[in-house]
């Protein structure tokens, strides 16, 4: 099996501080912004970026202490990397004591993915439906749902599953069943709202 290549600046943890800050800082802005970490895709711009400084900030402090904790020959750097971001994402929502719902007042890209709850648009249905009075209507039934609710559809869309649902939110195992029933339970009130809207939510499940 051929072993995987790591950064070069790893070399230089003890020898060239300048050099490791600046390829460190490139590869981790390359590797979040490219492979951006499951629970960072729901935050907003500013606040994906000031994570992305505290992950960087973290790995760099006290003469790049968590660095070099990476052992070379347990597994790739890149994977190591991304396993830290991802958890301290998870952290940094907790710390803040954030929740995962869809806002109220969205930027155009968050807006452009209102429907990515439970859609995947195809030419046909944009032509059945009008899409601004759409995402209204859509937007109107998640704001009037459960915050529960609001924060199970909104991890679903971004393919959480219901195991890891319950390591986000800390919460027993045996909640994997109960969060997938739940989880059913919220997309039957959202189709029930929105059927009473005249939106037939088979005409975008079965695209």
């Known amino acids: 099996m051929c072993k995987s290549v790591n950064p070069e600046f790893l070399k230089y943890l003890d020898s060239d501080p300048d050099k490791v800050f600046k390829e460190f800082y490139q590869f981790a802005i390359k590797l979040l912004t490219q492979k951006t970490p499951r629970p960072m895709l729901s935050l907003l711009y500013d606040d994906k970026n000031d994570i992305i400084q505290e992950i960087i900030y973290s790995c760099v402090k006290d003469n790049f202490a968590k660095l070099k904790k990476f052992k070379q020959d347990s597994k790739s750097f890149t994977s190591w990397f991304y396993v830290l971001a991802h958890n301290q994402t998870i952290d940094f929502y907790r710390k803040r004591n954030r929740t995962w719902e869809v806002e109220r007042t969205t930027t155009n890209d968050e807006d452009k993915n209102l429907l990515d709850i439970f859609v995947n648009l195809k030419e046909d249905i944009l032509k059945k439906y009008d899409l601004i009075e759409l995402k209204q209507i859509v937007r109107n039934a998640l704001n009037s749902m459960k915050k529960e609710c609001q924060q199970l ?7 959480f599953t219901p195991l890891e649902v319950v390591k986000f939110l800390r919460l027993p195992k045996e909640m994997n069943k109960s969060i997938s029933n739940k ?25």
């Open 183 to 207: 989880l059913k339970h919220c997309r039957k009130i959202l189709k029930d709202m929105l059927s009473t809207e005249g939106v037939v939510i088979n005409d975008f499940l079965n695209n």
């Open 153 to 159: 559809l909104e991890m679903a869309a971004h393919e």
